[in-house]
């Protein structure tokens, strides 16, 4: 008796209960429906926005990048560098570029540890460059950098930083320094470090020159990607009801391409309504 007497006086709230769950499953799978990319799960705690993609079934597939113990990466041709931000807005984000390497005393020495892949070298077949915000300031250089269009001058911002940090002292007693910015058509896809040229390297985005060092943002490296494609299909299951799976122009993949009185919006990755 006791216990009917429960079960009739909590009955409403455990339909108001199923009925908030309907919804919530009835929202989820709306969601999913209306949105024909597949966006990336979340790297740890860090969101993958499309089209990062992180595994064979999210994002798209020349949008690769890595997903290690909650942190994102990106590959280089011989290296992987930690993704520390992403701007999804514009197409950008930033990697953290390489440490200069530590000799057996433990004392850092003025030669970056990617000297081994010759520094930051994009594949130019990928959607990925390095962008013209970021500025470049060279360690270590060779006499064959003072020909080069770079500012090798002493009073080249590269002196600043090995004057004014503690990071940039170790490259105080090596030879000639050098400051660019980047994104020049030559150099969009590499930060080239090599024996014959620069040892090391240091990269800041937006950099303010007016600014003492101690107030420079820490290193990083923005790359851009281009904005992406429709998504691939395999058939029409995969493509929501706004877009219709067909065979794209260039590579024989099938893409989801919007319906007319829809576009594709590579922000949102899916078609938004209008032409
Ligand atoms: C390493 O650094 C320590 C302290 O900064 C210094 O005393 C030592 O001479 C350095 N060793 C080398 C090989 O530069
Ligand atoms: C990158 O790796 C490939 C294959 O391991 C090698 O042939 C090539 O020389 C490397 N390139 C650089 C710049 O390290
Ligand atoms: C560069 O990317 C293209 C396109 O994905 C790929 O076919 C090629 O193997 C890549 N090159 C290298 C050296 O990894
Ligand atoms: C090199 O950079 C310094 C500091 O930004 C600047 O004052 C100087 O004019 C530059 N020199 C050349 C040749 O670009
Ligand atoms: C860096 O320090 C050296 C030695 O103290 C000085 O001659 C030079 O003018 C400084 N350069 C810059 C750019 O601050
Ligand atoms: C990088 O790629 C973007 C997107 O394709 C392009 O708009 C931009 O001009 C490129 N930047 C450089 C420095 O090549």
């Known amino acids: 008796m006791k216990m ?11 339909v108001l209960l199923l009925l908030l769950l309907l919804k919530a499953v009835l929202l989820t799978n709306v969601a999913i429906l ?5 966006v990336c799960p979340n790297c740890g705690t860090t969101p993958v926005p499309y089209p990062l993609s992180t595994g064979p079934n999210c994002g798209d597939p020349n949008y690769k990048v890595r997903c290690e113990s909650g942190t994102l990466l990106f590959h280089t041709l011989n290296n992987t560098y930690p993704i520390i931000s992403t701007q999804p807005q514009n197409q950008r984000f930033v990697i953290k570029p390489a440490n200069f390497i530590n000799n057996n005393n433990n004392n850092n020495t003025c030669v970056t540890s990617d000297i081994t892949s010759e520094g930051v070298q994009l594949n130019a077949s990928l959607p990925f ?4 915000s970021n500025t470049i300031l060279y360690f270590n250089c060779t006499p064959l950098l003072l020909r080069s269009p770079l500012n090798c001058t002493a009073t080249s911002l590269c002196h600043s930083y090995i004057n004014g940090s503690v990071d940039g002292s170790v490259c ?5 320094c050098c400051t660019f910015r980047a994104g020049g058509s030559t150099n969009s896809y590499s ?20 600014l003492p060092v101690n107030k420079w ?23 929501d009801s706004d877009s219709t799976c067909a065979l794209a122009e260039n590579n024989g993949l099938r893409r989801c391409f919007c319906n007319t009185k829809f576009h594709w919006d590579p922000f949102l990755g899916s078609c938004a309504p209008g032409n």
């Open 4 to 14: 009917a007497k429960f079960q009739s006086s909590s009955s409403p709230l455990v």
């Open 34 to 38: 209306a949105s024909s990319a597949t």
């Open 129 to 132: 460059n390095v962008t013209s």
């Open 172 to 176: 105080g007693n090596s030879n000639i």
């Open 191 to 210: 930060i080239r470090v090599r024996d014959s040229g620069c040892r090391a390297y240091r990269s800041f985005v937006n950099l303010d020159y007016s």
């Open 217 to 239: 943002p820490p290193p990083g490296l923005e790359i851009q990607y281009v904005s992406p494609p429709e998504p691939v299909c395999a058939n029409q299951n995969d493509c």
